[in-house]
């Protein structure tokens, strides 16, 4: 969602102070008709949810009590979740971005729950639940490269574990609930959503009310994990949002890689997923961040990511959007240590039907902080793609230097890529550079390969392999392996 952080501590500027311009106005369109003939099969399977529980439709003060019962939450938390609707009810829906008129809450069900607890076995979580992620390959990954998993499915964490010799470094992965209710709930208290405060703007503040599952780490000082850890989320339910919140503190010369998948199958209603990622990277911490984001083109995508990194300390950013009918997604790295670095590495699809406003945000604070922003993004088929990206330097942040790389790529003459950059520069030393490019595919280039023998809409997509390559490249790769099957899947008109 739309950036506008009010936290006094780092002192990121309203969205009024860094006026963005508006994207791109396209009217909502039928969902049912934009969804006729796709064919993802391997995401789009649904599982029968007869015995799950769900709370009505709409978003009242009795639901959000409701759901702060079923969590167990303490009294401050429950507190804070009516504050959270409270803002929520008092704050407008922004403006400046695609249009979300598709989207009423009045038909979302806030909290869906499995008809299963949270095993940490494989073998104890129910069989119809156990085999929509045996579909999407989690418990291979798991076995063969992973550290620790989380799986949720719809509301709820419904499988957990993390590896013998990852806890015995003392490293936490646990569910947020497990957290907040456990022997890490000073830490859950004093993080919770001070990066992304429910004063941030409208579906923060429905995040503040409504959030749900999610995964909590903590990785104590010196520990460098080498092998990654993962949390997936499957929104299985019919007209439902999703609402999970991650929370991660690597701590002083630690060293993490976190990996975040989602899907859902397509439904012929609207479904929504608002999101909440806190990181917080300590002095001369480093964590990388890799996201493959592949929901269903009836998904609003409303997703909020911010980072806090100390001094020395590095963020990496990985991130693949693909799928959702309409995206607002900008991950926003505060820089507030000196040294402090952070990259960005980012690709978007857009197809048919679909409205991706993406971006990043690099707000430097610290003296001789670094970032360096790489995107590639394409658009097919008449979709829509906006690229975003606000860099701040600060009068504090002396010699910060700063690069911003963004390539797009219109597969025909219907489509539509839009970069829209910003430069705040508030010192004079410092180093700041832009460069974008955007063109269609070069029919030179199509008819060289058809000439060896390739027909056309194979030439079309290895130019389109080859043009996300660098993306794909700083995925693990089951992940790279993937992406590159969305792409796939979007060449031939079958997402």
Known sequence: MAENNNTASVGVPSEEERHFDPAIDTSNEDLTALLEGTDREMYDFIDDETDFYKVDEG????????????????????????????????????????????????????????????????????????????????????????????AQYDSELVYHN???????????????????????ADMVKEYFMKLVP???HKFAALHGAVWSGGSFVYVPKGVKLDIPL?????????????????????????????????????????NLHAGCVELYVKKNARLRYSTIENWSKNMYNLNTKRTLVEEGGRMEWVSGSFGSHVSYLYPTTILKG?????????????????????????????????????????????????????????PSAKHAKASVDCQSLMLDNISRS????????????ADIGHEAKIGRISDE??????????????????????FANPISKEL???YAAEMNNLIKLEMEGNM
Not at 69 to 83: A, G, V, Y
Not at 371 to 379: I, Y
Not at 455 to 465: D, L, P, Q
């Open 59 to 150: 978003l009242t003060p009795d639901i959000v009590d409701l759901i702060s019962r079923e969590k167990h939450d303490p009294e401050w938390m429950h507190e804070f979740r009516l504050q959270s609707l409270k803002q929520y009810n008092e704050s407008a829906v922004p403006n400046w971005g695609p249009p979300i008129d598709g989207l009423n809450m009045d038909k979302i069900v806030t909290y869906v729950r499995p008809n299963t607890d949270m095993k940490a076995k494989w073998e104890d979580v129910p069989e119809e639940i156990k085999s929509a992620f045996d579909k999407l390959g989690i418990p291979k990954a798991e076995h063969e490269y992973l550290a620790g998993v989380g």
């Open 198 to 200: 429910p004063t941030d």
């Open 338 to 394: 000196d040294h402090s670095q952070c990259d960005y590495t980012g690709i978007t699809f857009a197809g048919k039907g679909q409205n991706l406003d993406t971006g990043c945000r690099m707000v430097h604070l610290g003296e001789n902080t670094s970032s360096l922003v790489e995107t590639k993004s394409l658009s097919k088929d008449g979709g829509i793609g906006t690229f975003r990206s606000a860099i701040e330097i600060r």
């Open 230 to 270: 993962q949390s997936y989320f499957r929104l299985n339910a019919k007209g439902a949002g999703q609402f999970e919140h991650t929370l991660i503190i690597v701590d002083e010369g630690a060293d993490l890689h976190f990996i975040e998948g989602c899907s859902a199958p397509k439904w012929n209603v609207a």
């Open 476 to 478: 693990p790769l089951e």
């Open 418 to 429: 839009d970069t829209i950059p910003e430069m705040d520069v508030r010192t004079s030393d």
């Open 445 to 466: 280039a199509v008819f060289y390969l058809m000439s060896r023998g390739i027909s056309e809409n194979e030439a079309r997509a290895m130019i389109v392999s080859g």
């Open 162 to 184: 993390v590896k013998d010799f990852v806890a015995m470094q003392g490293v936490v992965y646990t569910d947020m609930e497990s957290a907040l209710t456990g022997e890490y």
